[in-house]
């Protein structure tokens, strides 16, 4: 067997390159210090001896050279110990501060762990298959530790100086996990919007409207607002059936809009047309319009956010071939963004209301079983008049509080949540087709993880660190729709252990 002069000493970092392997890239963080093997001076003999695998070693500032016998350990794991107990490291406190690299013939920067050990054979001899053993490390070796306060300056240099395998490995990573690097840092490169102005929001039973609208600073009228409540419809049937039952008491019409493609030009039916005897309970107060999409062109690109602002801008006219009248109460939401009937009765029937609110939403994801918190702001109620334009955007500082619930991805079949995940103006977050696995997408839902594998929308850590992970479950199901809870036995697939989602295919 052969026996090498090693000497390990330590180097600075921004003198040291090297690379972590796969495993470690992906599993620890950099901030941790760091053992490399790197090159020194070449030129050391190459001694024979029966059985015997030899290595010199020798850490700068420590005069006294070691030897070691490869042949006496099993793996590196074990000769990494040998190595922190021959300089006075204990490993049960530095075995996670130090990783063995080394660089071969070729100029490439590898671990040492993965050159494989021979299984059954004679103890240190590499495998045979292996594409780099110890006999290819020709050059003298040194140890460095990296502390924290270097690792930037370590990830910097070793993105310049590591091999192109290295590279390839890394670039895939990169794209992978680009968004989520991008969300977590997102503190550091975006501002926070500015804070709403929050309006509170009283009601209790059996408290009358007149007191009601005094304890909001505003008057009892004489009678009630018109309300006209605007949705634009994709194929949310259930949450639509629940919206309308919900809200029919209080609203004069129910305006509906849709397409027969998708925001992202995929074609699709129209979903309400073909449902409408599920709807026929509203029939007398129901608006219903079409609008012609733009099927997708192979190798061109439309944003969707353009084609969705279209479609939303084609509301207009349908809004006013419904009747609707200045004064009167135009709510804009989308069809799982419902505003309570508490909500509505003060709209109607309050004076001195302003005349532009946004209605804030308990969100929902998947069902009322997993509430997220109070995020929902898009919709938005409006006293009409010849100015209003149909919007889902910001567009005033005022907010009503606890205005109702918006539920995402609250559907009962398996390829809705498939539909919505590639039909909505989101649809680049599916960036790998197994994030549309049915089975994939069943255990998601009921853990309450994220569809898109992604990281919280937030402005702070805190507040990312605080929503990261999956949504607790809850057993709370008071103060939902009346609709949903009076006919539970059709819905348990939005309540509390009801997470399983039916696989028929689509229509």
């Known amino acids: 067997m052969d026996k090498w002069d090693l000497e390990l000493g330590l180097a600075l970092p921004s003198n040291s390159p090297c690379a972590g392997s796969n495993d470690d890239m992906e599993e620890e963080e950099v901030t941790h210090p760091t053992l490399c093997l790197l090159p020194l001076t070449p030129g050391h003999s190459w001694r024979k001896k029966r059985h015997r695998m030899y290595v010199k070693v020798k850490m700068e500032g420590v005069g006294i050279a070691r030897k070691v016998d490869l042949t006496m350990h099993h793996s590196f794991h074990t000769l990494n110990h040998a190595l922190l107990h021959m300089f006075g490291k204990p490993p049960h406190q530095f075995s996670n501060s130090y990783r063995l690299l080394f660089q071969d013939q070729q100029g490439h ?15 240190g001899q590499p495998a045979p298959t292996s594409p780099v053993s110890p006999r290819s490390w020709t050059v003298d070796l040194t140890l460095i530790q990296l502390t924290a306060n270097a690792a930037v300056d370590y990830m910097a ?43 509170p929001h009283y009601y209790a039973e059996n408290v009358t409207m007149d007191h009601l609208c005094h304890l909001h600073g505003w008057s009892l009228r004489s009678h009630p607002r018109r309300v006209f409540d605007a949705i634009i419809f994709s194929n949310e049937l259930d949450m639509l059936d629940i919206r309308w039952h919900e809200l029919q008491p209080y609203v004069s019409k129910f305006i509906i809009l849709e397409s027969n493609t998708t925001f992202t030009g995929i074609p699709k039916p129209h979903y309400f047309e073909l449902n409408r005897e599920r709807f026929a309970f509203a029939k007398e107060k129901t608006v219903h319009g079409t609008f012609p999409g733009k099927l997708a062109v192979q190798g061109s690109y439309e944003d969707p956010f353009l084609l969705e602002g279209r479609q939303r801008a084609a509301m207009n006219s349908l809004i006013r071939r419904a009747g609707i009248s200045n004064g009167d109460i135009l709510i804009m939401a989308d069809t799982d963004e419902i505003p309570s009937p508490q909500t509505l009765k003060l709209l109607q029937w309050c004076d001195g209301i302003p005349p532009l609110m946004h209605l804030e939403l308990k969100h929902y994801m998947y069902s009322y079983e997993f509430p997220v918190d109070y995020s929902s702001w898009r919709a938005t109620a409006h006293v009409y008049s010849q ?25 009962r079949k398996m390829w809705e949540f498939v539909f919505k995940m590639t039909a909505y103006s989101h649809a680049d977050r599916v ?31 805190k507040d990312i660190i605080k929503k990261m992970g999956s949504i607790p479950p809850s057993a709370f199901a008071v103060h939902l729709p009346a609709y949903l809870i009076q006919n539970a036995h059709n819905f348990k697939f939005l309540l509390p252990g009801g997470c399983l989602r039916e696989t028929q295919t689509p229509p």
């Open 109 to 123: 920067w590898l671990l040492a762990k993965d050159v494989p050990w021979r299984q059954g054979g004679k103890a």
């Open 157 to 199: 240099k070793t993105a310049v100086r590591c091999n192109i395998s290295y590279m390839k490995w890394l670039l895939p990573r990169i794209v992978f996990h680009g968004r989520k690097i991008s969300y977590f840092f997102r503190p550091l490169w975006d501002n926070p919007p500015k804070p709403f102005t929050r309006i």
């Open 431 to 461: 960036r790998y087709k197994s994030f549309l696995s049915h089975s994939r997408i069943q255990d998601i839902i009921c853990r309450g993880d994220d569809l898109f594998d992604m990281l919280p929308e937030e402005y702070t850590f």
């Open 387 to 411: 100015h209003t334009q149909y919007r889902h955007s910001r567009q005033t500082d005022l907010m009503l509080a606890d205005a109702g619930w918006h539920c995402s991805f609250c559907f």
